[in-house]
């Protein structure tokens, strides 16, 4: 019989990206349906399995916490603040605020797409009934409204153009200073990529987004509450992103799917840390008395799924004068204001 492979045998960048894996198949477990008919049966099983995960990754922690002035491994989801100013070297250069003309901005892009299946109106369509159909109590439940302004997003690219989107897939293990062993790894939420019809024909499953595809725009989903306290894990994956496509400039938004903020990451020249800029919160508004008919305000939606258009279409571009937002620089910037 062979020798079974100890825990202490996997090196930092493989158990941090097993110990993120197990994360979020411990997440999946909390909101899987099991029919009623198999329900009896098949709880206890589950129940086991979930003791025995939780066993796994209360081994995998004191592990993941040893620090090394040499070696580090950092998974996505535990990036805190302090973690990405201090280890990762990543700071807040400047905020960013709507321009005052994008209401007038609003209106030209409603147009984009209006004979799709996914037109504004159709949008507005689809978000009021998801808000009398799927309460707002996870992040799980945030993904149909995210997936719908996506979908909305496809409709309003050029002629010529298709956009590809992926959900939930693995960053590889990357080294993040040169100096060190240092990585960062972990899962991202959401990548949408536009490109080329052929290109995109020719590989439908984006295996070489780093070699040829001009954009790739990333999204962390979070739960409802505090969208700024997650404004960090969302910095870091964008920065593990950046670096396995070796690109300086990367745009990304983190959403509950009615509250957006928008993020450009930018790496410094020497491979060591970075700088971003945060947007205001975006809103979805919605009005209705409690318990009666929702209403989401039309332009906030046509606001969100505008704004996503563009940075998808320009996600490897610093802030632009073209764009929806403009920079605001005051003497000194604070995280999360």
């Known amino acids: 019989m062979g020798k079974k492979r100890k825990l202490s045998g996997l090196s930092d960048a493989k158990l941090s990206s097993a110990y993120d894996s197990l994360i979020e198949l411990r997440k999946k477990l909390q909101y899987e349906v099991v029919d009623e008919q198999v329900e009896d049966v098949e709880s206890a099983k589950t129940d086991q399995f979930e003791e025995q995960l939780d066993k796994l990754l209360s081994l995998m922690e004191p592990r993941l916490q040893t620090k090394s002035p040499h070696s580090q491994s950092f998974s996505f989801s535990n990036v805190t603040l302090e973690i990405l100013e201090d280890h990762l070297c990543i700071k807040q250069a400047a905020n960013l605020r709507l321009k005052s003309e994008h209401p007038a901005r609003i209106e030209k892009t409603t147009d984009l797409g209006k004979d799709k299946l996914w037109s504004s109106n159709n949008l507005h369509r689809h978000l009021n009934g998801l808000e009398t159909l ?6 799980a439940n945030a993904r149909p409204w995210i997936d719908a302004f996506f979908f909305r997003v496809s409709a309003m690219v050029p002629t010529g153009m298709r956009m590809v989107l992926n959900m939930e897939h693995t960053i590889p293990a990357t080294v993040l200073h040169p100096t060190t062993s240092t990585t960062l790894a972990g899962q991202i939420d959401y990548s949408a990529v536009v ?16 070699q040829v595809l001009p954009t790739g725009f990333f999204v962390t989903v979070a739960e409802p509450g505090n969208l700024r306290d997650h404004v960090a894990q969302a910095v870091a994956e964008m920065y593990g992103c950046a670096k396995l496509l070796k690109k300086d400039f990367l745009r990304g938004a983190l959403t509950d799917g009615h509250q957006w903020i928008f993020l450009i990451l930018h790496l410094n020249s020497d491979g060591n840390g970075g700088s971003f800029k945060r947007s205001v919160t975006v809103h979805l508004s919605v009005s209705g008395l409690p318990g009666g008919p929702q209403e989401v305000a039309k332009p906030t939606a046509d606001l969100i799924a505008g704004i996503l258009s563009f940075w998808i279409e320009h996600s490897f571009d610093d802030l632009g004068q073209d764009d929806w937002f403009e920079l605001v620089q005051p003497q000194s910037v604070k995280y999360g204001e």
């Open 195 to 210: 490109a080329e019809e052929n290109v995109i024909l020719d590989d439908p499953l984006m295996s070489t987004v780093h």
């Open 134 to 139: 799927v309460p707002q109590t996870s992040e």
